[in-house]
C-alpha cells in the first residue's frame, strides 16, 4: 500500500513563498514520477508539476514556470514544491500524486494553500 502525505500549505500573501512537501511511504514505492495538482474553487484539479522518479525530469505547467519549483529526495521519498512569486489565482488545494501504471494511481489528501492579494 501507498501513502501520500502532503504538508506545508497556508495563508500568504501575493508575492511570498510557500514550499510543499509529499512524504511518501510504501514498501515498493518505484512510481514512474511524482506530481503535483491543484484544484481551486469551482474548477477541475490541474497538473502543476511532475519529476521522473529515476531521471529527476521534470514538466510544469505554463502557468506556474519560473515560479514553482519540483524536487525529490529519493532516499527520504519525499518530493518538494518550492512556490515564488505566488498569486492569488495560486489559491487551491494542492495535491501529491504517484504515476505508476500509465496511471496518476496514488493521490494523497491535499494541503489548501491560500494567497491573498
Known amino acids: 500500500q501507498v501513502h501520500l502525505v502532503e504538508s506545508g500549505g497556508g495563508l500568504v500573501q501575493a508575492g511570498d513563498s510557500l514550499r510543499l512537501s509529499c512524504a511518501t511511504s510504501?514498501?515498493?514505492?518505484?512510481?514512474?514520477?511524482v506530481g503535483w495538482f491543484r484544484q481551486a474553487p469551482g474548477k477541475e484539479r490541474e497538473f502543476v508539476a511532475s519529476?521522473?522518479?529515476?531521471?529527476?525530469?521534470?514538466n510544469y505547467a505554463d502557468s506556474v514556470k519560473g515560479r514553482f519549483t519540483i524536487s525529490r529526495d529519493n532516499a527520504k521519498n519525499t518530493v518538494h514544491l518550492q512556490m515564488n512569486s505566488l498569486k492569488p489565482e495560486d489559491t487551491a488545494v494542492y495535491y501529491c500524486s504517484a504515476h505508476q501504471g500509465s496511471i496518476w494511481r496514488y493521490w494523497g489528501q491535499g494541503t489548501r494553500v491560500t494567497v491573498s492579494s
Open positions: 519529476i521522473g522518479w529515476s531521471d529527476g525530469a521534470t
Open positions: 510504501g514498501r515498493t514505492f518505484r512510481p514512474y514520477a
